[in-house]
């Protein structure tokens, strides 16, 4: 004798066969649940990352910031000013004379 014991299923109850085979779709349910759950999880989370450092490396100009930058671009230059941006009254562009406020 070797000490190696053998089981068979005919020599277990059969409710120690049904409480062990309910026990081990318990335990791979669970197992396979928090796997694909954390799996999930770690895609949301790297696409949320990627998505804030795509943000950060391409900001969105606001249009004050638009507003502001052509404000400071030179009025002419070497190009003989097809670039300059042109004052245009607020009555030029078809606003009534009552609402249209003052030129500067």
């Known amino acids: ?47 949320c990352g990627m998505w804030r450092l795509f943000r950060r490396s391409h900001p969105a100009a606001s249009a004050r910031e638009v507003g502001g930058l052509a404000k400071q671009r030179p009025q002419g230059g070497a190009d003989g000013g097809a670039h300059a941006t042109n004052p245009i009254s607020a009555t030029q562009i078809g606003a009534s004379a009552k609402n249209a406020p003052e030129e500067v």
């Open 1 to 47: 004798v070797t000490g190696e014991m053998h089981i068979s299923a005919v020599s277990m109850a059969k409710d120690d066969i049904a409480k062990a085979t309910e026990a081990k779709n318990v335990g791979l349910g669970a197992a396979m649940g928090i796997g694909y759950g954390l799996g999930l999880l770690l895609i949301v989370l790297g696409s």
